[in-house]
């Protein structure tokens, strides 16, 4: 756990660097990162997650740490929608890929329009970082590569880290350390 803690130490050291805020000293290209852990640290992982957003709220910076669990924005849309009991209704009848299919239709998962990035890019004010949690939650339901995509078309001024529960070489994801995701990521490993 001690370089899984170290590793954070630097993660939020360097969150707090202007340069880092202001996605300077990336040759143009839009700050997307990716923290990657070992999912049994999930528990310890969401837990400096809260602290960094704590510390950010309390200080006086002007750049606040904003943080979006995917699962947890899944089921708040579902069920402000009134279709979360109609996908338990269709799991029961048609089975877990059917209710996955439906429920990524539903929210445009695919789509830079899709209710998730839409829900993001409202609730995200000007000077923010955004930290993406909830990913291995919320799988297969909502691919992690599907949310950055569709994000990097529509936030292109604000930091955006996602916290992985897996490996990430820098191009390749396999989530959970077991599943791999064939797509190439446009973002950097967070150091």
Do not use: W
């Not at 997650?49 to 950010?56: C, F, W």
């Not at 990524?104 to 000077?127: A, C, Q, W």
């Amino acid at each position: 756990m001690s370089n899984l803690s170290d590793r954070l130490d630097l993660a939020e050291k360097r969150i707090r660097e202007p340069k880092f805020r202001e996605n300077r000293g990336l040759a143009n290209e839009v700050g997307y990162y990716i923290f990657d852990y070992p999912a049994e640290d999930e528990l310890y992982v969401r837990e400096r997650i809260r602290y960094m957003q704590k510390h950010s709220q309390d200080s006086a910076d002007e750049y606040k740490i904003v943080v979006y669990d995917l699962y947890d924005i899944m089921i708040e849309l579902l069920q402000n929608k009134h279709y979360l009991e109609k996908s338990y209704a269709i799991e029961k009848k048609k089975g877990f890929q059917k209710v996955s299919t439906a429920v990524s239709n539903f929210l445009k998962v695919n789509s830079t329009d899709g209710m998730i990035v839409n829900y993001i890019r409202e609730h995200t004010p000007e000077k923010a970082i955004i930290l993406l949690t909830g990913i291995g939650k919320c799988y297969p339901i909502i691919r992690s590569h599907t949310v950055l995509n569709n994000l990097h078309l529509v936030i292109d001024k604000i930091p955006v880290v996602m916290f992985y529960p897996g490996k990430f070489d820098g191009q390749e994801l396999k989530l959970f350390n077991e599943i791999k995701d064939d797509n190439y990521y446009r973002a950097f490993r967070l150091e």
